[in-house]
């Protein structure tokens, strides 16, 4: 008597789901007609996978994981068309990755704003005032507030 562990996504539904899916859309192709909406089961699967692979270590602490979470859903969303069931029978591996690199993008367009935010701070001659902690957020120093206050001023 062995319990077999249940998984968040079953991939053989999310299969399923995908095959029916790339079925209606053939189908739509033929007709003339918009491509339909992925449905509510598969886009349940990608928001479950996405915000899973949040909680691993390598993305827990960053303050824009929403960011990523929308990022990976956007990719899956886009790349859909992509997964050939002929191919491969696990979409749970094809679509994890998906938004694995959706995540990493996220995290590498954020570093790019941090560090042209203090470049900007740089220049603008008050980075004695911010300082970045070590998450990436501004810190402002009140006990310079009054001389910020002051320039800001003249």
Known sequence: M???KEHYVNNKDFLQAIVRYKDRVEVAKKNGDVKPPV?????????????????KPNFVNYMFKDDMIGDGIENCITYIDNFDPEKSKNPFAYFTQIIYYAFL????????QVDIRQKIIEKSGYSEV???D????DVYYDGIKN???QKMRN
């Open 39 to 55: 449905g509510e089961y598969i886009g349940g699967c990608f928001l479950k996978i996405a915000t899973h692979l949040s909680y």
């Open 2 to 4: 062995s319990k077999t």
């Open 130 to 132: 911010f300082t970045s």
């Open 147 to 149: 001389s910020l206050e």
């Open 105 to 112: 993008r996220r995290i590498q367009k954020e570093k790019k």
């Open 134 to 137: 070590e998450m990436g957020n």
